[in-house]
């Protein structure tokens, strides 16, 4: 047996997957992940690099990339992309203006041959505040069903700071990835 089969024998028994998460600037991405962890949500500033954040999902054990959302880090996010599973593109649906700016990137993204297989959810965030766009609505602007070929992908309504749809939104990226990982005899 090689290196290479022990050690996604080892991952498989483990259940442990990563999930990357995107998105542009101020979007909600690490306020998302803090809401999902059950930690503080107040005075969160704009991620400059990344964060690396390890924790279980019932069976599960998740390495999350939050990585920043600037201009002039997304050259850099191709850097990530190795070994992962999961996708979780973070959207403010209260920013009409950006949403052009967000089908470009993440196209880019999805183009990538290291994510070929990436299941992805889009969190429409901020669905607490008044004038966001539906889920709906972002799937249309972004041209979703179009740009998202030959992936599992889901679009999720969202509040980081209330928490509504962030735990169901990485259930269900959890649950997709491991039916298409962890399939025994």
């Not at 990585?67 to 070994?83: A, D, L, T, V």
């Not at 505040?129 to 969202?158: D, F, Y």
């Not at 509504?164 to 962890?182: N, T």
Request: aromatic residues 10%; neutral net charge.
């Amino acid at each position: 047996m090689g290196l290479l089969s022990f050690l996604r024998k080892l991952k498989l028994k483990e259940k442990e997957i990563r999930i990357l998460l995107i998105g542009l600037d101020g979007a909600g991405k690490t306020t998302t992940l803090k809401q999902l962890k059950g930690e503080s949500t107040e005075g969160i500033a704009s991620t400059k690099g990344f964060n690396i954040e390890t924790f279980q999902l019932g069976e599960v054990k998740l390495n999350v990339w939050d990585i920043g959302g600037q201009s002039y880090i997304r050259p850099y996010w191709r850097n990530y992309f190795e070994e992962t599973e999961g996708i979780v593109w973070v959207v403010d649906s209260t920013d009409h203006f950006r949403i052009q700016e967000g089908i470009s990137e993440l196209e880019k993204v999805l183009k990538t041959e290291k994510l070929a297989g990436a299941s992805l959810l889009v969190f429409a965030n901020k669905q607490d505040i008044r004038g966001a766009m539906t889920p709906e609505e972002i799937a249309n602007s972004m041209k979703l069903t179009e740009i998202v070929q030959n992936r599992h992908w889901k679009i999720q309504a969202s509040s980081a700071i209330t928490g509504e749809g962030v735990l169901p939104g990485f259930r269900w990226i959890v649950q997709d990835v491991c039916s298409r990982l962890f399939t025994f005899n």
